[in-house]
């Protein structure tokens, strides 16, 4: 039930893995999974997902801090943070009664690019 995406030569949504808890959604960057359709549609500096009818990446905002990432469940737009004191090289967002968010920053020479 995870959804995995990887920056590699732009953001890929990738397959369900029975695997990973059903409760989380895992952003690998170069490591990991590289699976699936790619979206080149999705500006570099945000990268959005919505929980509805499935998930779908979906257009972005220019309003937006450049590398931000933006989830969407039904009760409308959240920005999450950055928090630097953790690992840099993966990004995990995990809902919690309802959606609750935590981000991983990226390392610095990985930018979120379509």
């Avoid at 030569?9 to 359709?37: D, E, K, N, T, Y």
Wanted: net charge positive; charged share 5%; no cysteine.
């Amino acid at each position: 039930m995870a959804i995995h995406i990887q920056p590699l030569q732009g953001w890929h949504v990738v397959a369900h893995f029975p695997q990973v808890s059903p409760v989380a959604i895992h952003i690998q960057p170069l490591w990991g999974w590289h699976v699936g359709a790619h979206f080149p549609q999705v500006a570099p500096v945000a990268i959005h997902i919505q929980p509805l009818q499935g998930w779908h990446v979906v257009a972005h905002f220019p309003q937006v801090a450049p590398g931000a990432i933006h989830i969407q469940p039904l009760q409308g737009w959240h920005v999450v943070a950055h928090f630097p004191q953790v690992a840099p090289v993966a990004i995990h967002i995990q809902p919690l009664q309802g959606w609750y968010f935590t981000i991983y920053r990226l390392v610095n020479k990985i930018r979120l690019s379509a």
